[in-house]
Nanobody
Framework: QVQLVESGGGLVQAGGSLRLSCAAS????????MGWFRQAPGKEREFVAA????????HYADSVKGRFTISRDNAKNTVYLQSHSLKPEDTASYYC?????????????????WGQGTQVTVSS
């Protein structure tokens, strides 16, 4: 049974930082492309960042480029999302996702497994 469990969300002031973690189990983590998505109230889920299985390739949404960094530790079966210079518009539930495809990038349909999400609230 595949499980993706996010943690690290919370309330932070604008300009602050957070590091989200996603612990994976039940899958061969090192062979999966991992991604982060987010969904704000009343909005569709949107892509944030993705990292290839080999950590050789990362991809970011334009809205977070230069402020967020995705990384992974295959020994710990964990993917991270480090965020800096947070803005109120970053407020959302953040979801971790795993894709079997090495070509997966920013599309929801490319991902096979999803976590339950962790809430990030950025106050102004």
């Amino acid at each position: 049974q595949v499980q993706l469990v996010e943690s690290g969300g919370g309330l932070v002031q604008a300009g602050g930082s957070l590091r989200l973690s996603c612990a994976a189990s039940g899958l061969t983590f090192r062979t999966y492309t991992m991604g982060w998505f987010r969904q704000a109230p009343g909005k569709e889920r949107e892509f944030v960042a993705a990292i290839s299985w080999s950590e050789g390739s990362t991809h970011y949404a334009d809205s977070v480029k230069g402020r967020f960094t995705i990384s992974r530790d295959n020994a710990k079966n964990t993917v991270y999302l480090q965020s800096h210079s947070l803005k109120p518009e970053d407020t959302a539930s953040y979801y971790c996702a795993g894709a079997r495809s090495a070509q997966a990038m920013g599309h929801i349909y490319e991902y096979d497994y999803w976590g339950q999400g962790t809430q990030v609230t950025v106050s102004s």
